[in-house]
């Protein structure tokens, strides 16, 4: 069965400081590995797509790397505005497209 | 990206009654929209498959006569809460596969 797992649950981060949030997975064939930004009472946000080991994809403060079991995402000096949970997926080749396998999200807090 | 409206944004309705979600792809056609449920610091958890022209697909331990799904054309996706009571109270969500999985912003339900 599909496992997503994140840690920490929660982070509170100073501003400027720099940290990373973890995404370890377990899945039959991985299609892909997404990053979503979830605000409270919002839908989550679309930040990346992982495909295969070794990819990086970078959006202002923020970078996503992939290996075969896990995923990081880096925050270089969080601004309070960076203060969202942090939702990873996964996408398997048996399921149909588009349905992900979510983690229970990171909450990350960045005070000024 | 892609757009994915739902509405209402929230709704309060009375023990017993039904209520009606509506989940629209704007500026793409989607075959397959997704409904999620979310509990308070929980993961998002994948409901049915919403299938046009066709029925849904249930998740296993999702009554699928209490959650009834009818996606009618390419763009429209509807989840009916039937007979609702203060536990289906939770917050839905639903997504529609372009590039990637674009989420609507979420209907957040209350049964009193």
């Known amino acids: 069965e599909d496992q997503v797992t994140q840690s920490p649950e929660a982070l509170r981060l100073q501003e400027g400081e720099s940290s990373s949030l973890n995404c370890s997975y377990t899945?039959?064939?991985?299609?892909?590995l997404f990053w979503y930004r979830q605000d409270p009472g919002k839908g989550p946000e679309f930040l990346f797509t992982?495909?295969?080991a070794g990819e990086e994809k970078e959006k202002e403060r923020l970078k996503a790397t992939l290996t075969k079991k896990e995923s990081f995402l880096h925050i270089t000096a969080p601004k309070p505005e960076d203060s969202a949970t942090y939702l990873c997926?996964?996408?398997?080749?048996?399921?149909?497209?588009?349905?992900?396998?979510f983690g229970r999200g990171t909450q990350l807090t960045v005070w000024p | 990206g892609a757009v994915v409206s739902q509405h209402p944004s929230w709704v309060i309705c009375k023990s017993g009654t039904s209520v009606k979600i509506e989940c629209r792809s704007l500026?793409?056609?989607?075959?397959?929209m997704f409904w999620y449920r979310q509990f308070p610091k929980q993961s998002l958890m994948l409901m049915a498959t919403?299938?046009?022209?066709?029925?849904?697909?249930?998740e296993q331990g999702v009554e699928k006569d209490k959650f009834l799904i009818n996606h009618a054309s390419l763009t429209l996706s509807t989840l009916t809460v039937t007979s609702a009571h203060p536990e289906d109270s939770s917050f839905y969500i639903c997504?529609?596969?372009?590039?990637?999985?674009?989420f609507g912003q979420g209907t957040r339900l209350t049964v009193v």
């Open positions: 997504s529609a596969k372009y590039t990637e999985a674009f």
């Open positions: 899945v039959s064939g991985l299609r892909g």
């Open positions: 992982l495909y295969s």
């Open positions: 997926a996964v996408a398997d080749r048996g399921s149909t497209l588009g349905r992900l396998y």
């Open positions: 500026d793409f056609q989607a075959t397959t």
């Open positions: 919403s299938n046009e022209g066709s029925k849904a697909t249930y």
